[in-house]
């Protein structure tokens, strides 16, 4: 990983990546069995045709309470945001106060959807990992309040049980420091393909737009002249996220591809192949130039236990094309 222009870090493929996509491509294309979903703040589904985030709130076993709840946590944010700002910036951290000011914007007051369930989570998290400077820097009753807070904001999201199937994987806390610090390019590099023409044929632009706000949640981008920035148990949860997001979206792409590859390769009668070819065709060229550009041959380097797939589906796709 390197930075580039505008801060952003850039993705490089190592050379072993190339000569597994030579392996993959020269073998018989058998097309994987691609993954389910994981347990992610993105799960993107086929709309008639457009690959779309479910606008339904977030699972909760908080019923008709839901709407109330979070208008009410909402408002009690919002004091304490103003408190924050009375007391000026200039005593407190400016980075840790706008992380709490910024909690506003995850307690929409009809109840979250479920990427903004999962970025409430990571806030949270975040900041019950900076108790301890609140604790010695903040005068005592914000400091009280601070606590509080957290401690609700945990009680709450218990009831999300998407929030709690992800947390309980401890998957996350194996994943290597240099994973950690590429997971946004990794992001960065999908979302810049989905918001290109080709994929907004098919693309809802909420999915990339909900991608680059998770990506964009955490900046662990090296600056000249400073220590690294230091790894912890939330970041690596976030990172963790976001790259199984990344691959939701890659897998509903990858497995609507698929179908219609082997429509082509197992043959079909003239009607059905004009239909197949019209909504198809487009398709596999942009799963195709997803899974060879940048994010895509990242992503089966630095995870290949989870992106095992992404080869053999890509071999299988540039088989299928021929026979469209």
């Not at 004091?79 to 307690?107: H, K, P, Q, S």
């Amino acid at each position: 990983m390197s930075v580039g222009a505008g801060g952003r870090a850039t993705l490089s493929t190592s050379p072993n990546n190339t000569l597994a996509f030579s392996a993959a491509t020269s073998a018989i294309p058998v097309p994987p069995e691609i993954p389910g979903p994981a347990p992610a703040a993105l799960a993107p589904v086929w709309v008639d045709g457009v690959l779309s985030l479910p606008p339904a709130p977030a699972e909760s076993d908080l019923g008709g309470e839901l709407p109330i709840l979070f208008t009410a946590l909402r408002a009690d944010l919002e004091v304490l945001a103003a408190d924050l700002a009375a007391e000026g910036d200039g005593n407190l951290d400016a980075r840790l106060v706008g992380l709490v000011r910024g909690l506003v914007d995850f307690v929409p007051p009809g109840g979250p959807d479920r990427a903004t369930i999962y970025r409430l989570g990571h806030r949270v998290e975040e900041l019950q990992e900076c108790g301890a400077q609140v604790q010695d820097e903040w005068p005592v009753p914000l400091a009280g309040r601070y606590r509080a807070l957290i401690t609700r904001l945990q009680r709450v999201l218990s009831h999300f049980p998407a929030w709690h199937r992800f947390t309980a994987d401890t998957e996350a806390q194996a994943l290597t420091d240099d994973t950690v610090m590429a997971a946004a390019a990794f992001a960065h590099a999908i979302t810049d393909a989905l918001i290109t023409d080709q994929a907004l044929a098919f693309i809802d632009i909420s999915v990339p737009t909900a991608l680059e706000q998770l990506a964009s949640q955490h900046d662990l981008t090296p600056i000249p002249g400073h220590l690294p920035q230091v790894i912890t148990p939330a970041t690596k949860r976030w990172a963790f996220d976001l790259i199984q997001s990344t691959g939701n979206i890659l897998k509903s792409i990858g497995e609507l591809a698929k179908k219609y590859g082997q429509e082509f390769v197992g043959g079909m009668d003239d009607q059905a192949k004009v239909r197949s070819r019209r909504a198809g065709a487009d398709l596999i060229d942009f799963a195709i130039t997803l899974a060879q550009g940048t994010g895509g041959l990242a992503l089966t380097v630095a995870s290949p236990h989870l992106f095992w797939w992404l080869l053999p589906l890509l071999a299988f796709l540039e088989f299928a094309k021929k026979f469209r």
